[in-house]
Every structure is written in C-alpha cells, then in structure tokens.
C-alpha cells in the first residue's frame, strides 16, 4: 500500500522551531520531488518548499524563505521540514506530496500523485 505518513506537528511558541518528516512507504521516494503544502482554515492549499529528487534543486514560498529548510534522506524514505522562527500565520495542517516529476509548477496540487494526511502545526502564546 502506498503511502506518505507526515509526522512531528504540535504547538509550538512564537519563535519556536519544529522538524517536520514526511516518511513513505510502499514505494521509495528516490525518483520523486516532494513538497510540502499548507492549509490554514479558509484558507486553500498553499505550496511551501519543493525538494528534486536528487536533493540538489530547492524551492520556497516567499513567506518562509530563510525560515524553513527542505531535505531528504532517501535511505531513510523520508523527506524533512526544519521551521524556525515560527510565526503565528504558519498554523495550519501541514501535508507533504510526491510528484513523478520535477516542474516549475510546484506549487500546483494538481501536479502531484501521492498525498499524506497532514500533521498540526499551530503556533501561538
């Protein structure tokens, strides 16, 4: 059964760090880009950071430029998200995604074959 199992979620301060991880199964990761998405409530899907599936290309969304770091550990099947300097706006269900190929599109969900369930993040005092 394929699957992507995101983990590491919770609440965390303003200013506060987390790592999130975004593990497979059923299939390795190796030939995939990952991306990570958000959603806030009433809000839409919101792509945050692409990672090839090499590792070497890296994407972000303006807002968490130099916040966030993507990377992979294809031994492990597992795609990591450091947030740091977490603000309130970054609360949401984080969801990570794999796509069969790399593209400048990577912030479309319509780009991706594989979707996990999502962890909380929520960031307050």
């Known amino acids: 059964q394929v699957q992507l199992v995101e983990s590491g979620g919770g609440l965390v301060q303003p200013g506060g760090s987390l790592r999130l991880s975004c593990a497979a199964s059923?299939?390795?990761?190796?030939?995939?880009?990952i991306a990570w998405f958000r959603q806030a409530p009433g809000k839409e899907r919101e792509g945050v950071s692409c990672?090839?599936?090499?590792?070497?290309?890296?994407y972000y969304t303006d807002s968490v430029q130099g916040r966030f770091t993507i990377s992979r550990d294809n031994a492990k099947n597992t795609v990591y998200l450091q947030m740091n300097s977490l603000k309130p706006e970054d609360t949401a269900v984080y969801y990570c995604?794999?796509?069969?190929?790399?593209?400048?599109?990577?912030?479309?969900?319509?780009?991706?074959?594989?979707w996990g369930q999502g962890t909380q993040v929520t960031v307050s005092s």
């Open positions: 995604a794999a796509s069969g190929y790399f593209s400048d599109y990577w912030t479309k969900v319509s780009e991706y074959d594989y």
């Open positions: 990672i090839d599936s090499a590792g070497l290309s890296l």
């Open positions: 059923g299939f390795t990761l190796d030939y995939y880009a």
